[in-house]
């Protein structure tokens, strides 16, 4: 039997929840501009700041797959563990090997846009930020998880 859990874990399952939804929103804002024709103006601030530049560049597809839509899906999978799956004694793990994964995948974006293309994007950045963040509510509740065992 899995003991109960605590107050503390809830908040951070639905903190976890909240960033996701946040991601889902930021990727498919992404996604959006990613098949977009115009320009954006919000995210257009000169040379260095430009979602246009890197959300429409040959970096922002993984074998045909645009990237903010390789987000969107990690972010519903993240979502999918803080909620529906969350008494479950393994989801802490899994929570924490997804979002340990989309921030690698995340970091290496950011070295992409920082020494490849020069140019930052303000989505990319926002979702860079919310899966740090998971991850390290993540890692807490992965660590809490390993002391009850």
Known sequence: MQPAMTSASRRIFQLIAILA????????????????????????????FNCDIVNRSVYSTVVGVPDALIGIFGYALLFALATFYRTKAETPLMLLLASTAGLGFALYLTYIEKFVLATWCILCLS??????????????????????D
């Open 127 to 148: 979702s860079l930020t919310l899966i740090a963040l998971i991850t390290v509510l993540s890692s807490f509740l992965a660590a809490a998880a390993f002391r009850r």
């Open 21 to 48: 939804l946040a991601g889902i929103v930021v990727s498919s804002v992404s996604l959006q501009h990613h098949y977009g024709t115009s320009q954006t103006s919000y995210c257009d601030f000169g040379a260095s």
